[in-house]
């Protein structure tokens, strides 16, 4: 049984930096990568896009290109349960439902998800149900000591190998080979607010969509 992937995010907006993780974790991986939007959380305006703008703007960073896919559970779940909080050990829950006990499932991640991932909700039960792929990240140091909760979780759990994640449904960690990247999608956010640079950090599809609607404060064209 294929492993599958999913790589959650806010993605407010998508970057360049976003789409190389992907691609990285396609091609390393050889499988599609899903690519799976946050909902707006309950009770709060959006402060810069949309759930719905987002996941366009994921599609249209997507294009056609083979190997990547939209995963919108996360807006439908929302849709029927308004008021509900997304976490992602419920998607993941929900996506080990789907695809039954034995199937590799991984959650792809930068480093600095992986530093804080003592703080997601119900955190110990995340290496139950799936494995992790962690890209690094300028800032989010891997080498150095680890908060010694989350050192504890992760012990064991490397694999030395892609094949590592296909020997088990869930529990391996594994690094993406993968240069890194500096965009962050709240420098794109201070860069428009700043009046300076920002496209090239994004696909020109995504930049054109912010541009048309003067998201982020973009000035319109
Ligand atoms: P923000 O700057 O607002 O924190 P972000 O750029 O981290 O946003 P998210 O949508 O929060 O964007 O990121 C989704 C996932 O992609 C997270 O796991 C994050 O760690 C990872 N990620 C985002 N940008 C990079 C990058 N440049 N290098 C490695 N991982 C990244």
């Given amino acids: ?63 056609d290109e083979p190997g990547l896919l939209l995963d919108l559970r996360e807006l439908e779940r929302s849709t029927r349960q308004p008021g509900v909080p997304s976490y992602t050990v419920d998607t993941l829950r929900e996506l080990r439902t789907e695809l039954g006990p034995h199937q590799p499932l991984a959650w792809l991640v930068g480093a600095d998800s992986l530093l804080g991932l003592t703080g997601w909700h119900d955190w110990e039960a995340l290496f ?48 993406l080979q993968t240069p890194l990247r500096e965009e962050s999608a709240s420098a794109v956010r201070a860069r428009i607010a700043a009046g300076e640079d920002w496209r090239s950090l994004l696909p020109p599809a995504v930049a054109d969509y912010i541009a048309d609607r003067g998201l982020y404060g973009a000035r319109r064209v």
């Avoid at 992790?132 to 990240?137: L, N, S």
């Avoid at 680890?146 to 994640?165: F, K, Q, S």
């Fill in 128 to 175: 139950g149900l799936a494995h992790f792929i962690v890209a690094d990240r300028p800032g989010s140091p891997l080498e150095q000591a680890l908060p010694p909760a989350l050192e504890a979780a992760l012990a064991g759990r490397w694999a030395d190998h892609e094949r590592a994640l296909l020997g088990a449904p869930a529990g391996r960690v594994l690094r």
């Fill in 1 to 63: 049984m294929g492993l599958r992937i999913h790589y959650g995010g806010t993605f407010d907006p998508v970057h360049l930096g976003h789409l190389a993780i992907a691609r990285a974790a396609r091609d390393q991986l050889q499988v599609a990568v899903r690519l799976l939007p946050a909902a707006d959380p309950p009770h709060r305006a959006a402060p810069g896009a949309d759930a719905g703008q987002r996941a366009h703007m994921l599609a249209l960073a997507i294009g």
